[in-house]
């Protein structure tokens, strides 16, 4: 039973350390600005068109997706065939963008950045949010 019990303390102290430890890492590094002026995340929805297209057309598309509310920049590469939004995901939503695109008769392709075969990180995005969570919630500035 006192050898259980040294077990025990020796891991709750342990565990104490670390979380300590984890705390002053938190609070070591500034927090990023987006962190300190609450500012929300934006999505990225890039679409390729499967037709050339004419500086008017540039034009109208991205004068529309920048009409739309939660938008916050559009970008039209006329030599690439490629539309690209910068949005708010709680105020507009990727379908709405593309009905945009194909209503000025284009059929835009969602670009898939998941299939890009290259170097990757061996850690698991999940892992890094964890982290990063954990880390925003310990920062007491």
């Known amino acids: 039973m006192e050898t259980l019990k040294k077990i025990f303390k020796i891991a709750g102290i342990t565990v104490l350390s670390l979380f300590v430890a984890f ?7 500034e927090p990023p600005l987006s962190d300190k002026l609450n500012i929300k995340p934006i999505e990225l929805a ?20 920048s009409a739309n509310k939660g938008v916050t920049a559009s970008t039209v590469n006329r030599m690439g065939k490629t539309v690209s939004v910068t949005f708010h995901a709680d105020e507009t939503s990727e379908s709405a963008l593309k009905q ?6 284009f059929k835009p392709q969602k670009v898939d950045f998941a299939a890009f075969k290259g170097p990757q990180c061996p850690v698991p995005m999940e892992y890094i949010d964890l982290i990063t969570s954990a880390k925003k919630a310990l920062c007491f500035r």
């Open 100 to 105: 945009i695109v194909e209503a000025s008769n």
């Open 46 to 65: 890039v679409y390729n068109l499967n037709k050339d297209i004419s500086i008017e057309d540039s034009l109208q598309i991205a004068e529309k997706l």
């Open 23 to 29: 705390t002053i890492y938190a609070n070591w590094n």
